[in-house]
C-alpha cells in the first residue's frame, strides 16, 4: 500500500473524502492544513493574516518534505495549494477530486457549518478572485494528476470506492 495524496480546489471534499476511505480500509489520514495548524499553534487564516501566502508555502514544503520521509500507507488531503510542492508525486499517488466551481460553492453552501467552512479559507472570500485562482489552478491539477475523480454528482460512499479501486 502506497500513500493516496488527495489535491483539489478548496472546498471540493478531500478532507471528507479521507475519512470516508478510512472507514473502509486499512489507510489511516492525515491533512497537510492539520499539521501546518499543529506546527504553528494558530489557524491557516492566521498564518495568511500574520505571515503571508508566502510564509505558508514555505509550511507546506516542510511537511510535504515530512511526507515523503516519515509517512507511508496514509491517506493525505491536502490544501488546495499544495500540488505546487516539488517532491509531491514522491509522496504518493496523486488523486485529483475535480467538480467544476459551481459545484463545489453549492457543496460548501449546502453544508451544515457553512459559515465556518467559508470563513476558514482566506482564498475563498473574494469569489471573483477564488474562480480566477480556480481557472488557473484547474489545469495545474490535471497536469500532476495520476487518477481524476469527478467528485461532483456522487457521494462520498462511492468516490471513496472508486479511489481505491483504481489506486490498486
Not at 508525486?89 to 453544508?111: A, M, Q, T, Y
Not at 479559507?121 to 491539477?141: F, H, S, T, V
Amino acid at each position: 500500500m502506497k500513500n493516496i495524496v488527495l489535491i483539489g480546489f478548496m472546498g471540493v471534499g478531500k478532507g471528507s473524502v479521507a475519512r470516508e476511505i478510512i472507514k473502509i480500509s486499512d489507510y489511516m489520514a492525515v491533512d497537510t492544513d492539520d499539521l501546518i495548524e499543529s506546527m504553528e499553534n494558530k489557524k491557516i487564516k492566521k498564518i495568511f493574516e500574520d505571515e503571508g501566502e508566502k510564509y505558508f508555502r514555505k509550511l507546506e514544503k516542510k511537511v510535504a518534505l515530512w511526507l515523503e520521509d516519515s509517512v507511508k500507507n496514509t491517506i493525505i488531503s491536502t490544501g488546495g495549494g499544495f500540488y505546487k510542492v516539488e517532491n509531491l508525486k514522491n509522496i504518493g499517488k496523486i488523486v485529483l477530486l475535480d467538480s467544476p466551481f459551481e459545484k463545489i460553492l453549492e457543496r460548501i453552501k449546502n453544508h451544515p457549518n457553512a459559515k465556518k467552512k467559508l470563513a476558514k479559507r482566506p482564498l475563498l472570500q473574494d469569489l471573483k478572485k477564488a474562480k480566477e485562482l480556480y481557472d488557473i489552478r484547474r489545469p495545474e491539477y490535471l497536469s500532476v494528476a495520476d487518477i481524476v475523480i469527478d467528485v461532483s454528482e456522487k457521494n462520498l460512499q462511492k468516490i471513496a470506492k472508486e479511489i481505491l479501486k483504481k489506486v490498486k
